[in-house]
């Protein structure tokens, strides 16, 4: 079971560019979500989704897209990158409150 | 609305003394509680979950935890810690109903490091 992967692991954008993050999990789970971990700053909900077709925000979405075309796949978008962007983003899938992780994208914005 | 809160940031334990890293939540609803543990360079992965029964509940890596519903806490602690337990722990909460709402609410995390 791969269970939830995340691509690229590691990623160095300019500003102004931008990227899509890939997410997919292979449990059929309904929830999906993203986070962005600060330093110090615990985990923060970017935008997640309940099903194909359904996403929403979460505390810190501005800068950022989503989509949910399949139930497999949730992509993160950015669209113009800022340095305020440096983070590393977690997606995640979960079933009954528990969540499953992908091992994160390390993302630097110079 | 849920909300957890961590109250230690870091938490600093000599190799095998005893280890408790503190949790309170807050809602409305009845909940499902959770301890998540990171590696460094790693994604969470599951420690310990309460959904309902015994308000112990064990988990991997010889860690427990308490609900306390009168006190909204679900302290996790362990008796004798090692140097792999140098992690960061998140407690999460959500909504024990599954009428379509099982966002997960993390807490801000507790850096636990075992010094030797």
């Known amino acids: 079971n791969a269970g939830v992967t995340q691509t690229p692991k590691f990623r160095i954008l300019k500003i102004g560019q931008s990227m899509t993050l890939q997410c997919t999990q292979d449990m059929n789970h309904n929830y999906m979500y993203w986070y962005r971990q600060d330093p110090g700053m615990g985990l923060k909900l970017i935008y997640y989704?309940?099903?194909?077709?359904?996403?929403d925000k979460g505390e810190v979405p501005n800068g950022y897209n989503v989509s949910r075309s399949t139930t497999e796949d949730f992509p993160l978008r950015l669209e113009l990158a800022a340095p305020s962007q440096t983070s590393v983003y977690f997606c995640?899938?979960?079933?009954?409150?528990?969540?499953?992780f992908g091992q994160g994208t390390r993302l630097t914005v110079v | 609305a849920q909300s957890v809160t961590q109250l230690d940031s870091q938490v600093p334990v000599f190799e095998e003394a005893p280890v408790e890293l503190r949790c309170n939540y807050s809602?409305?609803?009845?909940?499902?509680l959770f301890w998540y543990v990171q590696y460094p360079n790693q994604g969470l992965q599951l420690l310990l979950k309460?959904?309902?029964?015994?308000?112990l509940v064990k988990g991997i890596n010889g860690f427990e935890a308490e609900f306390n519903k009168s006190q909204t806490s679900f302290h996790l602690r362990k008796p004798s810690v090692h140097i792999s337990d140098t992690a960061e722990y998140f407690c999460a909460v959500t909504p024990g109903s599954n009428f379509g709402n099982e966002k997960l609410t993390f807490g801000t995390g507790t850096r636990l490091t075992i010094i030797p």
């Open positions: 809602s409305s609803v009845s909940v499902y």
């Open positions: 995640a899938s979960s079933y009954l409150g528990e969540a499953f």
């Open positions: 309460y959904l309902s029964g015994s308000t």
């Open positions: 989704s309940v099903g194909a077709g359904i996403t």
